[in-house]
């Protein structure tokens, strides 16, 4: 047990946030509260902030853990997980965030609500808060088993200590302090991967990279060190993960939050240069190691689940092992912020204030929020050590989100039927699980399609097929309501 | 567990590293660029 590594990752995270906790109170104690401060940072993020905050909120376990686990089995081609990621970045910085930000929202079945009416509002909301929080149980697994990998416990005691720390990261002051705890640790995390990168270097037989190489060109496996790998995984691996992240998370809450928190649509649209080469470049660092750990034999005997993290500890001096796996630590904790952050987010705007308490004042909301987060991460807390490996369950929580993509994509630019909208986000959801929990792929023998690709071809089907048939109202976009709304607007800003 | 020695050959650490470094920064430079020009046409021509 490294308990001097352990010690001093739990000192660096609780004193960055009470440190920054306490710096954002001091800041705000001299202005009134707006509308939106917990949720949504009183709606002015700056530029610096609301990039690095994209960037960490999809770089959770599945951008850690994953790409070294797959790293093992598909070289450097495992880094599409991140390049995926940029695309998606792209799109949400030019395009969905720019929407909702421009729309003033402050959860995404709001805009359900503008374009179809309240029942699909609600469907999507619930439907919604369930999959971040699916994924919020993942990144709850996720800072398990690097507590775990530095302690010897077992990973349900890790996820109890890092979950408390992820409710301390939010709960203070919301979005705010999000976002600038994420400024601070995206520093950290890339001079802690740099370094980290050298010193593992000096550790290797040569004072190099070589052994590494020499290990796959030898073993005629030289295409493991491509980031294209061959055709079957560039087809099979590269564009389907490229499908499932562009399209699933192209609409969530977790990355529509901090766009609607953005001073302007100016800020996301220039966001986008540093997020989107932050996120992409830590799949870098994270294939370097993880195709390194399978190369030393004591590290490869583990598995390839944790060898990379034993790597680490084992192979880094002490202050380097502890300020890498803090900041990894605090990548994690930044998406279960975000993921505990956005279901609360959803489930008070959704269905308190919605459905409940149309009246309720902005510390009502701020009160249930963090009730709220609070309760579905001691949920998370407990189911954590009962879960399925962690990209098979992403594949599955992914493809619940495609359909609302298409539908909010076909009513915002085609045409709004609620009854359309309605029956294709109910059948790719019985296509999403009936191929998860069914013997439909067998006995179709498609077994190697992954979900995201059957809940978009049920999605386009039935969604193009339905508003070519079905009546409705045209595209949001060119409404008199919108017209009407930007007009507003402009007089406003004048 | 392996032993720390003198690096005697700095190519080695460039080839690898740097590889997949410069490959992967030139892809998301590309696709940066692409996402940047189709929004650009998109918005000139809604204009």
Not at chain 1, 387 to 404: E, K, Q, R, T, Y
Request: with cysteine.
């Amino acid at each position: 047990m490294k308990t001097g590594i352990l010690i001093a990752v739990l000192i660096y995270e609780v004193f960055i946030i009470l440190g920054v906790g306490l710096w954002l109170a001091k800041r705000s104690a001299s202005r009134p509260h707006q509308e939106g401060d917990f949720a949504l940072a009183g709606r002015n993020l700056p530029m610096p902030v609301v990039a690095i905050t994209l960037a960490l909120t999809v770089l959770g376990t599945a951008h850690i853990l994953g790409i070294f686990e797959l790293a093992w089995f598909l070289g450097a081609a495992a880094i599409w997980f991140s390049i995926a990621h940029v695309i998606l970045l792209v799109m949400v910085c030019l395009s969905t965030g720019l929407w909702v930000r421009r729309l003033g929202l402050t959860t995404v079945p709001e805009i359900l609500e503008l374009l179809y009416g309240r029942i699909t509002r609600l469907i999507v909301s619930c439907t919604m808060a369930g999959v971040v929080f699916g994924i919020l149980t993942l990144e709850t697994q996720g800072i398990g088993i690097i507590i775990s990998s530095m302690t010897g416990w077992s990973i349900r005691n890790g996820a109890v200590v890092g979950a408390i720390l992820g409710i301390c990261y939010v709960v203070f002051a919301g979005m705010k302090e999000v976002g600038w705890l994420n400024l601070v640790n995206a520093i950290v995390m890339y001079l802690g991967l740099i370094l980290a990168t050298i010193f593992l270097a000096f550790r290797l037989p040569g004072g190099n990279y070589d052994s590494v190489a020499d290990y796959y060109t030898s073993s005629g496996n030289d295409f493991m060190l491509s980031i294209y790998g061959t055709p079957e995984i560039f087809f099979a691996f590269a564009l389907g993960t490229t499908i499932a992240v562009v399209f699933s998370q192209g609409i969530s809450q977790m990355l529509m939050q901090p766009c609607m928190s953005a001073e302007s649509e100016k800020t996301i649209r220039r966001a986008l240069w540093i997020a989107a080469p932050l996120n992409g470049m830590f799949g870098v660092f994270a294939v370097v190691i993880g195709l390194t750990a399978k190369t030393v034999p004591e590290f490869a005997a583990l598995g390839p689940k944790v060898a990379a993290t034993t790597m680490l500890v084992n192979y880094l001096p002490p202050w380097l092992a502890a300020l890498l796996l803090a900041s990894f630590l605090a990548a994690i904790l930044s998406t279960f912020a975000m993921t505990s952050l956005a279901p609360a987010t959803i489930f008070t705007v959704d269905i308190y204030k919605n459905l409940y308490r149309p009246k309720a004042t902005e510390a009502d909301m701020a009160r249930v929020m963090r009730i709220t987060i609070i309760i579905l991460a001691v949920i998370a807390m407990a189911v954590a050590a009962f879960l399925p490996p962690i990209l098979a369950a992403i594949n599955w929580l992914f493809s619940w989100l495609v359909p609302v993509f298409w539908v909010v994509v076909f009513g915002l630019f085609w045409k709004r039927s609620s009854a359309v909208a309605v029956t294709t986000l109910v059948a790719a959801w019985i296509a999403n699980s009936a191929w998860s929990f069914s013997s439909l792929p067998q006995a179709l023998e498609m077994t190697d399609v992954p979900n995201a690709y059957v809940t978009l071809a049920v999605t386009l089907t039935v969604g193009i097929i339905g508003n070519l048939m079905a009546s409705g109202s045209g595209g949001f976009f060119n409404a008199a309501e919108y017209r009407a709304q930007l007009n507003e607007q402009a007089a406003a800003a004048e | 567990m392996n032993k720390p020695q003198p690096p005697n050959n700095q190519v080695g650490v460039e080839t690898m590293f740097w590889s997949i470094f410069v490959d992967s920064l030139a892809l998301i430079l590309a696709i940066l660029a692409v996402g940047w020009v189709v929004a650009y046409l998109i918005h000139r021509r809604s204009q």
